[in-house]
């Protein structure tokens, strides 16, 4: 799976707004909103958010995957954000998170919501390259770096 396939350029947010766990799931659910993606944005939101309930989906290395599956969506959906200052997602390894993948599918669409997540996790198993995207200072900047790590 090729996330840039999936992502597009104007669902990327740098840097972002929210200050905690909820307003960043917020602001991105928003941004896929804006960009017409979502047939629900209050349904979306509640995917996510009751997904992240069940456990945090903060895996580490100031990464945060939020996902949630839902009618609101017709197919897989991404957005991403970085946030300069870090947040408390209670990440496994305690630490704030800084690089947020934001992720909506379909409800009886298991497959590509699986290969998507397991594809941001070995991307970001790349220090290096997840070092670049938590100091990208733009939007362009971050796409392009995930366009061109999915290009090697």
Same mark, same amino acid.
């Given at each position: 799976?090729?996330?840039t396939?999936? $992502? ?12 905690d766990? &909820?307003?960043?799931?917020? +602001? ?5 909103? @804006?960009? *017409?993606?979502? $047939? ?5 939101? %509640? ?6 309930? @069940?456990?945090?989906?903060g895996i ?5 995957i ?8 017709k ?5 991403? *954000?970085?946030?300069? +200052? *870090? ?7 305690g ?12 409800? %009886?669409? @298991?497959?590509?919501?699986?290969q ?8 970001? $198993? %790349? +220090? &290096?390259?997840? &070092? ?7 939007a %362009?900047?971050?796409?392009e770096l995930?366009n061109?790590k999915?290009?090697?």
């Amino acid at each position: 799976m090729i996330l840039t396939q999936i $992502l597009q350029p104007t669902c990327v947010k740098v840097p972002l707004e929210g200050k905690d766990k &909820q307003s960043v799931i917020t +602001e991105l659910v928003d941004l896929l909103d @804006t960009n *017409g993606l979502l $047939l629900d944005k209050n349904v979306v939101l %509640d995917a996510v958010l009751a997904r992240e309930q @069940t456990r945090s989906t903060g895996i580490g290395s100031g990464i945060a995957i939020p996902h949630g599956k839902c009618k609101a969506v017709k197919e897989l959906v991404m957005a991403i *954000g970085v946030s300069g +200052e *870090g947040i408390d997602f209670a990440s496994v390894d305690g630490k704030p998170v800084t690089t947020i993948f934001l992720l909506v599918s379909p409800a %009886d669409q @298991t497959g590509p919501h699986i290969q998507a997540l397991a594809r941001i996790s070995r991307l970001m $198993l %790349d +220090e &290096q390259f997840r &070092q670049k995207l938590e100091k990208a200072t733009s939007a %362009d900047e971050v796409y392009e770096l995930l366009n061109n790590k999915e290009n090697e």
